[in-house]
């Protein structure tokens, strides 16, 4: 390709994958990496996801889950199956999150989204999943969506507004009409955004289901949306990593004498976690 060359105007070289992942993650806000799930995986993936949304659904009826917004999210998945805690220690998710968020990133939700045939969904208006009205300069917050069935105009691809995570101030209607984009994409992909895009699900005009899983990843001192310490304690090797991908190394002392120990190394908020 021929382009002008400028004094002074440094170009964004590219040497590997990664750095063509990076420069797609900086300037538009996300990037899609296809194959990562093979076959069996993403049907076990499948029934589980299923499994778990069935099981809420009956624990907490629908008229509830509509009303509060959450029909078709099945949440705190890896109490329902263990399967979904492998999700978390996958070589991928390691490697972008050492190059994004960073080596000490926590999961922030993990949640299974079932998107019904002609149902409104509430992620079906366009909202960003990191929703602060500021920027850092430092990456706080990244998604990672596990794609399970095919997304296409008519299952329902998500739709993304590139570069709208530099931001602060919402996109307009004709902006948002103008340059959004609905990804397609084959199951066992996984779709890789700052959390700050403005993106939500597309409309599913077929009669199965478009299923995914949506994990979020953020600094170690942001809040968790569920408490993932107190429900996995007994359950995870606390020396793991998976036990520090679930926040058992960012835990605040619960008092003085937790926080006076004789080594930062001791305390509850592990020396080092940032
Ligand atoms: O289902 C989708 O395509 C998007 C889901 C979404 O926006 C979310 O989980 O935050």
């Known amino acids: ?124 208006r366009f909202h960003k999943d990191f929703a602060k009205d500021f920027i850092s300069d430092k990456l706080l917050s990244i998604n990672f969506f596990f794609i399970l069935d095919p997304f296409n105009q008519q299952t329902g691809g998500t739709w993304i507004i590139p570069g709208t995570h530099k931001n602060t101030t919402m996109p307009s209607e004709s902006f948002i009409e103008k340059n959004k984009i609905q990804i397609t994409a084959q199951p066992g992909s996984i779709l890789i955004f700052d959390s700050l895009l403005w993106h939500c699900s597309g409309e599913n005009s077929t009669n199965k289901v478009r299923r995914a899983i949506n994990h979020q990843y953020t600094r170690p001192f942001i809040k968790q949306q569920l408490n993932y310490p107190e429900m996995f304690k007994e359950k995870v090797d606390m020396e793991s990593k998976l036990a520090q991908r679930l926040g058992l190394w960012a835990i605040p002392p619960r008092n003085v004498d937790e926080y006076r120990v004789s080594s930062p190394k001791l305390r509850t908020y592990r020396a080092g976690q940032g």
């Open 1 to 124: 390709m021929d382009y002008q060359e400028y004094v002074g105007l440094e170009k964004n070289a590219i040497h590997s994958a990664t750095d063509i992942w990076k420069e797609d993650l900086d300037r538009l806000g996300y990037f899609l990496v296809p194959n990562v799930l093979d076959r069996s995986t993403i049907t076990k993936l499948q029934e589980a996801v299923d499994k778990a949304w069935n099981k809420q659904l009956k624990k907490y009826g629908e008229p509830l889950l509509r009303s509060i917004g959450d029909y078709g999210v099945a949440r705190g998945l890896m109490e329902e199956d263990p399967i979904f805690f492998d999700l978390l220690t996958l070589p991928l998710v390691d490697k972008v999150l050492d190059f994004t968020v960073g080596p000490t990133s926590i999961l922030h939700l993990q949640n299974g989204i079932c998107l019904y045939p002609k149902e409104k969904h509430n992620q079906g």
